[in-house]
């Protein structure tokens, strides 16, 4: 069995071409699936003219079951829950943005997550896999079903739900191409994040591979002390080398790489902390986003507006870049970053 949202376009061309069928038939059952949804192999072959040899080697295309979808009466955050065929849960989370009806689909590429941070509750999970590329596709598609019957429109997609998406390189990346290309899903490349601890081997890998999808590093701290504290496993890492594969790549590509820094009160956000990560970026072109840490322990807290404001403006001093309050969403249906459990 072959499924285009399995196969990068020119793997699912190939095996098309192996059943004697070209690729402007093939990339027409790709569109019908990736861009218009439409799963009937009954439909393929009556409406879409695809040749029974190739319907028959697709064959019924599985699907994530969605057992739940809950809104935030607070800001409109959506969470789907989604049950695999071994009986684990993932989920993905639908983002409004600022744009009136446009939304991002933040997508997971495991279940569970094996990074260990200390604030995550994702981390906690104790069944962790990868996800194959269909898995993350079928997150998207739904997801994107789902936006449109309430007239909203996906114009992004982020890697940021569960899971280390470098841990999960090949999938993850099948997964991006099959999101922008133009008989997919349409998303721009630029409105694709990927986003990592800070896995250096594979960030310069995707560096070298040229790759156009935007590239998030989530920080924690910007000294190894407090990383072995807050991200044990990222922390094995050197910060330094961490940076020095963001400078890397953000030469290369260009542009600024987004440093995600979780803000944890009492913890990582002393004028000290601001200077660390100032000297630690140097002049790196970087972005720097701010989110605030949403822990179900308790153990962890967001700071208050003072602490917030105040290292904002140690950051400023220190940083002389981009700082950005990245709003993490959806707290009371457990859909912000870090909470996403299969709970909520």
């Given at each position: 069995?072959?499924?285009?949202?399995?196969?990068?376009?020119?793997?699912?061309?190939?095996?098309?071409?192996?059943?004697?069928?070209?690729?402007?038939?093939?990339?027409?059952?790709?569109?019908?699936?990736?861009?218009?949804?439409?799963?009937d192999?009954?439909?393929w072959?009556?409406?879409?003219?695809i040749?029974?040899?190739?319907m028959?080697a697709?064959?019924?295309l599985?699907?994530?079951?969605?057992?739940r979808?809950?809104?935030?009466?607070?800001d409109?955050?959506?969470?789907?829950?989604?049950?695999?065929?071994?009986?684990l849960?993932?989920e993905?989370?639908?983002?409004?943005?600022?744009?009136p009806?446009?939304?991002?689909i933040?997508?997971?590429?495991?279940?569970?997550?094996?990074?260990?941070?200390?604030?995550?509750?994702?981390?906690?999970?104790?069944?962790?896999?990868?996800?194959?590329?269909?898995?993350?596709?079928?997150?998207?598609?739904?997801?994107?079903?789902?936006?449109?019957?309430?007239?909203r429109?996906?114009?992004?997609?982020?890697?940021?739900?569960?899971?280390?998406?470098?841990?999960?390189?090949?999938?993850?990346?099948?997964?991006?191409?099959?999101?922008?290309?133009s008989?997919?899903?349409?998303?721009?490349?630029?409105?694709i994040t990927?986003?990592?601890?800070?896995?250096?081997p594979?960030?310069?890998?995707?560096?070298?591979?040229?790759?156009?999808?935007?590239?998030?590093?989530?920080l924690?701290?910007?000294t190894?002390?407090?990383?072995?504290?807050?991200?044990?496993?990222?922390?094995?890492?050197?910060?330094?080398?961490?940076?020095a594969?963001?400078?890397?790549?953000?030469?290369a590509?260009r542009?600024?790489v987004?440093?995600?820094?979780?803000?944890i009160?009492?913890?990582?956000?002393?004028?000290?902390?601001?200077?660390?990560?100032?000297?630690?970026?140097?002049?790196?072109?970087?972005?720097?986003?701010?989110?605030?840490?949403?822990?179900?322990t308790?153990?962890?807290?967001?700071?208050?507006?003072?602490?917030l404001?105040?290292?904002?403006?140690?950051?400023?001093?220190?940083?002389?870049?981009?700082?950005?309050?990245?709003?993490?969403?959806?707290?009371?249906?457990?859909?912000?970053?870090?909470?996403?459990a299969?709970?909520?």
């Open positions: 069995m072959i499924d285009p949202r399995d196969l990068s376009p020119d793997a699912f061309r190939r095996e098309a071409e192996a059943l004697g069928v070209g690729p402007p038939i093939s990339r027409r059952l790709s569109s019908a699936v990736l861009a218009r949804g439409i799963f192999p009954q439909v072959m009556s409406s879409l003219q040749p029974r040899r190739l028959e697709v064959g019924p599985e699907r994530l079951r969605l057992e979808s809950i809104v935030s009466p607070r409109g955050f959506q969470k789907l829950s989604f049950r695999t065929a071994d009986d849960i993932l993905t989370v639908i983002i409004p943005l600022h744009k009806g446009a939304v991002s933040c997508v997971s590429s495991q279940v569970g997550c094996a990074m260990g941070c200390r604030f995550c509750a994702t981390a906690r999970m104790t069944r962790r896999r990868n996800l194959k590329t269909w898995e993350i596709l079928d997150q998207f598609l739904q997801a994107r079903e789902m936006a449109r019957a309430s007239g429109r996906p114009t992004g997609v982020v890697f940021m739900g569960m899971g280390e998406p470098f841990l999960n390189y090949e999938n993850v990346l099948v997964a991006a191409d099959l999101l922008r290309c008989w997919g899903a349409s998303i721009g490349a630029k409105a990927i986003s990592t601890v800070g896995l250096v594979e960030i310069d890998r995707f560096t070298r591979e040229g790759h156009n999808y935007r590239l998030a590093i989530s924690g701290a910007a190894d002390a407090q990383r072995e504290r807050l991200v044990p496993v990222a922390a094995r890492t050197p910060v330094a080398e961490v940076m594969a963001a400078r890397r790549h953000a030469l590509r542009e600024r987004t440093l995600a820094y979780v803000c009160s009492g913890q990582n956000m002393a004028e000290e902390d601001a200077r660390a990560l100032g000297a630690l970026i140097g002049d790196t072109p970087v972005r720097v986003d701010l989110i605030e840490v949403t822990d179900p308790g153990m962890y807290h967001p700071p208050d507006a003072v602490e404001k105040a290292f904002r403006d140690a950051l400023t001093r220190h940083v002389g870049q981009p700082i950005v309050r990245r709003y993490s969403g959806g707290k009371d249906i457990q859909a912000a970053c870090g909470t996403l299969g709970a909520g």
